[in-house]
């Protein structure tokens, strides 16, 4: 998201429009392992706020088949991946008219809040050497 958004800041344009499209919450073994099982979690928060709070960069995050709201805020929008194809040709229109209640309203996916699964934090809590309070392990 960073190398995206300083790319997009030595533009020069009227509007510039950053979408991120996200399957869910964001998650890399290694970097689990080495650190803190929350730190892309955290660093994905800490970004988007960093982003918004300049103000030059119109910054979505959307969601395809699970919710972006804990990463991109409230009446983040959301694809079904069945119909992903004509949803972002819509949302993209939807955007680039700066029609906020639209893209805040637009919910095409039937998916829950993104998380990790609890056999993917299993998983790196065992590579970790530690077991889950609440795993059933």
Same mark, same amino acid.
């Given at each position: 998201?960073?190398?995206?958004?300083?790319?997009?800041?030595?533009?020069?344009?009227?509007?510039?429009?950053?979408?991120?499209?996200?399957?869910?919450?964001?998650?890399?073994?290694?970097?689990?392992?080495?650190?803190?099982?929350?730190?892309?979690?955290?660093?994905?928060?800490?970004?988007?706020?960093?982003?918004?709070?300049?103000?030059?960069?119109?910054?979505?995050?959307?969601?395809?088949?699970?919710?972006?709201?804990?990463?991109?805020?409230?009446?983040?929008?959301?694809?079904?991946?069945?119909?992903?194809?004509?949803?972002?040709?819509?949302?993209?229109?939807?955007?680039?008219?700066?029609?906020?209640?639209?893209?805040? /309203?637009?919910? %095409?996916?039937? $998916? @829950?809040?993104?998380?990790? =699964?609890? !056999?993917?934090?299993? /998983?790196?809590? %065992?590579?970790? $050497? @530690?077991?889950?309070?609440? =795993?059933? !392990?």
């Amino acid at each position: 998201l960073l190398w995206a958004y300083s790319r997009l800041q030595r533009r020069h344009a009227e509007r510039k429009i950053l979408v991120s499209l996200s399957d869910g919450a964001p998650v890399d073994d290694s970097t689990m392992v080495s650190n803190n099982m929350d730190i892309l979690s955290s660093h994905l928060k800490s970004s988007v706020a960093w982003i918004r709070s300049l103000g030059d960069v119109e910054l979505y995050g959307v969601g395809i088949g699970e919710k972006s709201d804990a990463f991109y805020g409230k009446g983040s929008p959301s694809l079904s991946e069945k119909n992903i194809g004509p949803d972002l040709l819509r949302l993209l229109s939807f955007i680039l008219r700066a029609d906020h209640p639209a893209i805040q /309203s637009f919910q %095409k996916a039937d $998916g @829950r809040p993104a998380r990790l =699964s609890a !056999a993917r934090l299993d /998983s790196v809590a %065992k590579r970790r $050497g @530690r077991v889950r309070p609440d =795993s059933s !392990a």
